[in-house]
């Protein structure tokens, strides 16, 4: 295989795309970058601070105070902890369209989600990596879901993390992140004009990665 690219996977939550970028990225031996991951901590870090995450000035405070970093084998740390489990707590679900809808929120995530793909080789998923974080990537994916499937696999998740929840209220939950983050000024959840889409409602996450793996090899080759 040649060079390596960069690789920009968005859409709205629940969709498959982390599951999918993490196995393409050990695939590829790429670095994968998970974007919501960031937006995670940073919510994390607003909330640890008791900061009002209505008071847009006090929070951009709280998260340019923050050490967010992700470290190899997917760990997230806020300050030096690792904060990997504790970031897909309902509670951070509750407030975090709120947190990234601020515009110097994602400036400083968009600085460092962009210093960490310079180097290329990187799988990087989220809502806005192939509009704004990496607009030059060499491939774009739009994965899409029906609402059903997404919280299926979402409850799925939470019922392994022994969370109980009902499908109605993951529903809801996920129906209110996609309205706020496709709806909100600043970068929202939306498919590049070059990005290609791919449904995932009725594919298995072996054919999703296959089909990304092939058109990776169509631009490599
Ligand atoms: O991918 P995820 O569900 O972990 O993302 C959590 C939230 O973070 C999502 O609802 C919106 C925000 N997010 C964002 O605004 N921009 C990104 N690039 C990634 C996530």
């Known amino acids: 295989m040649g060079k390596k690219i960069t690789i920009a996977i968005d859409g709205p939550a629940a969709s498959g795309k982390s599951t999918t970028a993490k196995i393409l990225a050990d695939k590829l031996n790429y670095i994968y970058i998970d974007t919501g991951a960031m937006y995670r901590a940073a919510t994390l870090a607003v909330l640890d601070q008791q900061i009002d995450v209505n008071d847009e000035k006090l929070v951009i405070e709280g998260v340019e105070n923050s050490e967010i970093e992700l470290k190899t084998g997917n760990r997230t740390f806020l300050n030096g902890r690792d904060v990997s489990h504790e970031i897909r707590a309902p509670r951070i679900n509750e ?18 989600q962009q210093a960490m793909a310079k180097q290329g080789g990187v799988v990087m998923d989220g809502r806005d990596i192939g509009t704004v974080v990496l607009p030059n990537a060499d491939l774009k994916v739009f994965m899409v879901a029906s609402l059903n499937q997404r919280a299926e696999r979402r409850l799925k998740e939470l019922d392994q993390r022994g969370e109980k929840i009902s499908l109605d209220a993951v ?11 496709s709806s909100r ?14 449904d995932t409602s009725n594919l ?3 054919d999703q990665v296959r089909i990304i793996e092939g058109w990776t090899a169509e631009i490599i080759n």
């Open 185 to 198: 000024a600043a970068s929202p959840l939306k498919k590049a004009s070059d990005a290609r889409e791919l």
């Open 204 to 206: 298995s996450i072996e």
């Open 171 to 181: 529903k809801a939950e996920i129906a209110n992140r996609d309205k706020l983050d």
């Open 95 to 112: 407030v975090i369209s709120i947190i990234s809808s601020y515009p110097q929120v994602r400036k400083r995530m968009v600085q460092l």
